[in-house]
């Protein structure tokens, strides 16, 4: 006799690949989510849009390191440009 858990993969598993991701997607995000915490209607909006748009493949993705490292610099250069004028250097 199969138990409820076999009953259920064997259903999951004779779905679409695209249902399957996305089934697939809704229970690793149901492991990283906090409880308690709930998202506006905004924001689930927001998260859905921008899921979207990567799906659609209409937004470009960037490197975190790379998006980090240029913030870093031009908050580096905005800090010595305030201190250059702050210490009144020519």
């Not at 064997?10 to 308690?36: H, M, W, Y």
């Given at each position: 006799?199969?138990t409820t858990i076999d009953i259920i993969i064997?259903?999951?598993?004779?779905?679409?690949?695209?249902?399957?991701?996305?089934?697939?997607?809704?229970?690793?995000?149901?492991?990283?989510?906090?409880?308690?915490?709930?998202?506006?209607?905004?924001?689930?909006?927001?998260?859905?849009?921008?899921?979207?748009?990567?799906?659609?493949?209409?937004?470009?993705?960037?490197?975190?390191?790379?998006?980090?490292?240029?913030?870093y610099a031009a908050l580096g250069a905005l800090i010595f440009s305030s201190?250059?004028?702050?210490?009144?250097?020519?």
């Amino acid at each position: 006799m199969k138990t409820t858990i076999d009953i259920i993969i064997a259903e999951v598993l004779s779905l679409s690949p695209q249902v399957r991701a996305f089934v697939a997607e809704k229970l690793i995000e149901s492991l990283d989510a906090e409880p308690e915490v709930t998202l506006s209607a905004a924001w689930q909006d927001e998260v859905r849009k921008r899921c979207r748009e990567i799906d659609e493949g209409t937004v470009e993705l960037r490197d975190a390191e790379d998006v980090f490292a240029r913030g870093y610099a031009a908050l580096g250069a905005l800090i010595f440009s305030s201190l250059v004028t702050f210490c009144n250097y020519p």
